[in-house]
């Protein structure tokens, strides 16, 4: 038997009937489990094995044989990482990456600068009067009292107004 076999925490017994018994070692106890989940079980240790240790370790180029093939100087040739973390490559290499947060510019650009233009798009989709009354109160400052004085109606009749084109102004927001 291999050492890694000796190792892991599961195995597959041949019984003298000719059927196999599933065993996974929890906490120190055996404990038999189905074809499925010993198979499911064995797939994701190997996977995590891999993960840990595959992936990370120092490899050597191997001849057929399995030893390691060495270089001029006699030390075994080292194969290249498979996994390499940005953090590597920047201290190994002195490779400079642009970084991935935005820039204030860019975050207005992508932000306000988009709200501010689609909110502009819909007012052009407005009426005049319509219009008239979102820039009155939203962006004059005007009162829903000031801004009806100065049309010569009532303050409950602005408010319904504002009301009417706010929901106009939502359906029309993308």
Known sequence: MQNWRKLRNYRKQENSDGTSTYIIIVDGAEIEVSNEVY?????????????ERDLKRDRVLQDAEGRAIKDENGLPILLPEREVSLDKLINDRDMDFPSTELSGEEAFFTSEYCEATELYRCLSLLADDERDLIEALFFQGLTEAEYASQLGVTQQNINKRKQRVLKKIKKIWV
């Open 39 to 51: 198979t499911a079980y064995a797939a994701s240790e190997r996977k995590l094995e891999y993960i």
